[in-house]
């Protein structure tokens, strides 16, 4: 089992910037992805970035120049930060954990992009 706790939610104005971290514990071996989705209301749940255990990365299109995914593997953490923000970015952020098959999700931290 893998217990995953972000943090780093919270309201911003537009052009602003925020760091989301995610701390991993439990059951945590080598060879495992992490990284952010996202759910806007009223909107599916999207792939925001992960990074592999290489340093390889997967991103979304709107991630390109704005948002930047970093993993501390001694702490087993998982960093987002986003600058420029924008209103469409509103969305609950949830930490993803997947490895040998299996996906754990974090309960979600609330970014609210709004003047």
């Known amino acids: 089992q893998v217990h995953l706790v972000e943090s780093g939610g919270g309201l911003v104005q537009p052009g602003g910037s925020l760091r989301l971290s995610c701390a991993a514990s439990?059951?945590?071996?080598?060879?495992?992805?992490m990284g952010w989705y996202r759910q806007a209301p009223r909107k599916q749940r999207e792939l925001v970035a992960i990074?592999?255990?290489?340093?390889?990365?997967r991103t979304a299109d709107f991630v390109k120049g704005r948002f930047a995914i970093s993993r501390d593997d001694a702490e087993t953490t998982v960093d987002l930060k986003i600058d420029n923000l924008k209103a469409e970015d509103s969305a609950v952020y949830y930490c993803?954990?997947?490895?040998?098959?299996?996906?754990?999700w974090g309960t979600g931290t609330l970014v609210t992009v709004s003047s």
């Open positions: 993803y954990f997947h490895r040998r098959g299996l996906t754990y």
């Open positions: 439990g059951d945590i071996a080598d060879n495992y992805d």
């Open positions: 990074i592999d255990s290489t340093g390889g990365t």
